[in-house]
């Protein structure tokens, strides 16, 4: 079983790295860090870092794909080599899956035509605009598509996903041994739990609407 995680310039790390985390030790799975030339890939900061071992055109038959959100989302296309790599190897794959603005990607590629999904609640209407019908929900599974919101949310969908790849028993020493048991000191990490003010800023900073 080989799990593919999406790099591309500008990606946001946290959202790779936390269903990277709850995948790679699953017992039979070889999870690998693709990207359009193999080498390090800087994140949206330029301070952090991943390295691809493979290119997208050595992994034509991923069994699952990851892809995260970040910055170039905003001005990807049609065109873009993630955008180009999915639509080749999504007929095949178990899973296809996506966090926060990854599902951009995959609604470029039309995997989303109709479907239900999440991304991060500033790109809803971008999200809606590709096809896909956006719902504010932590984790959205329809079919073999598995879009999560933003950011953090990528460690519920890797948990989920890791359930379905190694079953629930797996998963939940996962969740134990990376101690996943959330308990924020402010209840802010949702659009409808803050004021308006702070939502138009925080999305204005992350150039959404």
Not at 25 to 54: I, K, N, Q
Not at 112 to 131: E, M
């Amino acid at each position: 079983m080989q799990i593919a995680c999406v790099l591309y310039p500008r990606f946001t790390a946290l959202d790779i790295i936390g269903p990277f985390q709850t995948l790679v030790d699953l017992r039979g799975v070889d999870t690998v860090f693709v990207a359009e030339v193999a080498g390090p890939v800087p994140d949206h900061t330029g301070r952090c870092h991943l390295v691809a071992t493979h290119t997208f055109a050595e992994l034509s038959a991923p069994d699952v794909v990851v892809v995260p959100g970040g910055m170039a989302d905003q001005t990807a296309t049609a065109e873009d080599p993630v955008v180009a790599w999915l639509r080749t190897v999504h007929p095949s794959t178990t899973w296809t899956t996506s966090v926060c603005t990854g599902a951009i990607y995959l609604g470029l590629a039309g995997i989303l035509n109709g479907l239900d999904a999440t991304t991060h609640w500033a790109a809803y209407d971008r999200l809606g605009q590709l096809g896909a019908v956006p719902i504010a929900e932590r984790v959205v599974r329809r079919g073999k598509v598995i879009t999560a919101a933003g950011v953090s949310a990528g460690i519920d969908m890797g948990l989920l996903l890791a359930a379905e790849l190694a079953g629930e028993r797996a998963a939940h020493g996962v969740q134990l041994a990376i101690e996943y048991d959330p308990q924020p000191p402010f209840d802010c990490g949702a659009p409808w739990k803050v004021p308006a003010e702070l939502r138009a800023r925080v999305a204005a900073a992350l150039g959404g609407s």
